[in-house]
């Protein structure tokens, strides 16, 4: 069995990827990274309780992008120290500790740490309103040594918090794999697929999106081309770039019919009795008049497709066409295949998706219990209500729009949307939300 199932893992690890997250430089050096800034503080505070601080300031906190390697994180600290109740110090402490991302075993990205080297510089009160020459920690030659070496303690033991203190990034981005509705019985789910890469772009995530109806994940349709993550101006204006091929688009809309949300009900204003004036042999299958109604179902996965500057949706619909007051009963099928423009917008944590006016459709009959019905009839009589109630009714499934790949704290702001042949470019800001949860 072990073999088998040894057989059985490399099919499913054949993943790849459909979408993608790109911290740009520019979002590394974020000033409003007050999250980490104020975490850092707390966990200073905490740490220092025992080492006669008076008070704490971190004056400088800096990301930056090592290309091909990580990041490094420069921080700044001021500690205000009184040694005795009358004597107060200023000593700066720098931190320079250079940070990776790795995947860990159950899946989420993690900040490491790999190096951290501290240094302390040591200044009166006095000295630090004149703002003279420091004098390095290294070389307080007419300190005692018993103090220098309490003091390298104290850096020892502060880098010591650094690497404690990423436990709030990793915690953002451990809430980036959450499970996010869709509609009530389907969720949409982003996870990565390997270690972020770090380039002359950014810190790229590369993402595979997953869905689940009814709690149960479901296979989506296989990728003709493997999505490679479009390469962005390089020096973008903005914080973050979030890109989607085509076929997270086209899984999507795969997921939802999954789900049934597209088992439409049309209403129509047509009756039994106004369809038998040029159906005649409606008249013997109905001698009452009665309300028509159209159920239309997907005849195939619905097709997303993208060119420069335009999103199309491709639907391929059966409708049922039927009367019945307590049960459908069919009796003419119309296959109706269309395209309609599709918009995309964002903003915050949503991409908000509808469909446009119908193009193009192609009605053709199916099946018919009423004898031929030519296609002039067919769309006289049903082309009103398809092209008015089926972008209507998808509209209103995804009027929730659908979360973006996000982490809790942070939402999106100033979102470009941008449609190119095979895929779409988010770039965006991004904004710290005080107090979400
Ligand atoms: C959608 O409707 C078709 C035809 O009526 C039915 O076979 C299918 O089970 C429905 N799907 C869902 C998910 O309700
Ligand atoms: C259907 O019947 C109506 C009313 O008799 C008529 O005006 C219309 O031209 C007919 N349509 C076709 C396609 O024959
Ligand atoms: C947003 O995108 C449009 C093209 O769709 C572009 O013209 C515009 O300059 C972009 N805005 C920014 C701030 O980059």
Do not use: W
């Not at 000295?127 to 070389?139: C, G, I």
């Not at 003091?151 to 915690?171: D, H």
């Not at 296989?222 to 899984?251: D, G, K, M, R």
């Amino acid at each position: 069995l072990s073999i088998l199932l040894s057989l059985l893992v490399p099919a499913q690890a054949a993943r790849s990827p459909d979408s993608a997250g790109i911290i740009t430089p520019l979002g590394l050096s974020y000033r409003n990274s007050r999250g980490l800034h104020t975490s850092l503080c707390r966990r200073l505070r905490f740490s220092s309780s025992r080492d006669q601080l008076s008070s704490i300031k971190v004056a400088e906190l800096a990301l930056s992008l090592i290309p091909y390697s990580g990041l490094r994180l420069n921080v700044d600290v001021d500690l205000g120290i009184t040694p005795t109740p009358s004597t107060t110090e200023v000593m700066r402490l720098s931190i320079l500790a250079e940070l990776h991302m790795e995947m860990n075993p159950e899946g989420n990205l993690e900040m490491v740490t790999s190096t951290c080297k501290p240094s302390l510089e040591m200044q009166s009160t006095e000295e630090m309103e004149r703002s003279t020459p420091r004098f390095s920690f290294h070389h307080l030659g007419n300190r005692g040594k018993e103090e220098t070496e309490a003091q390298a303690f104290l850096g020892r033991k502060l880098c010591l918090e650094i690497s404690k203190f990423l436990y709030f990034p990793n915690e953002q981005l451990v809430s980036m794999t959450v499970p996010l509705p869709v509609t009530p019985s389907c969720q949409v789910q982003y996870l990565p697929l390997a270690a972020p890469m770090f380039s002359e772009q950014g810190v790229v995530i590369s993402l595979q999106t997953t869905f689940q109806v009814a709690g149960m994940a479901i296979p989506l349709p296989v990728s003709p081309v493997p999505f490679s993550i479009p390469e962005l101006p390089s020096s973008s204006p903005f914080h973050f770039v979030l890109a989607f091929s085509e076929h997270f688009y086209t899984s999507l809309f795969f997921a939802l019919e999954m789900a049934g949300a597209f088992n439409m009900t049309l209403p129509s204003p047509l009756t039994t009795a106004a369809m038998a004036q040029n159906i005649t042999q409606m008249g013997s299958l109905f001698q009452e008049d009665q309300a028509v109604t159209l159920q239309a179902v997907f005849r195939s996965t619905p097709r997303v497709v993208l060119e420069e500057d335009k999103a199309a949706l491709k639907l391929f619909l059966t409708v049922h066409v039927g009367a019945g007051s307590s049960a459908f009963q069919s009796f003419l099928s119309v296959n109706a295949d269309m395209s309609a423009g599709l918009l995309l917008s964002a903003s915050e944590r949503r991409m908000t998706i509808s469909a446009a006016v119908i193009e193009d459709v192609e009605l053709s009959l199916a099946a018919s219990d009423v004898g031929p019905v030519p296609a002039a009839l067919l769309e006289e009589l049903f082309l009103p209500t398809i092209r008015e109630e089926v972008p209507a009714q998808i509209n209103a499934v995804l009027s929730e729009g659908v979360f973006l790949p996000h982490v809790t704290n942070f939402i999106y702001v100033d979102v470009n949307v941008t449609i190119h042949k095979d895929y779409v470019l988010v770039p965006c800001n991004l904004q710290l939300q005080v107090g979400s949860g």
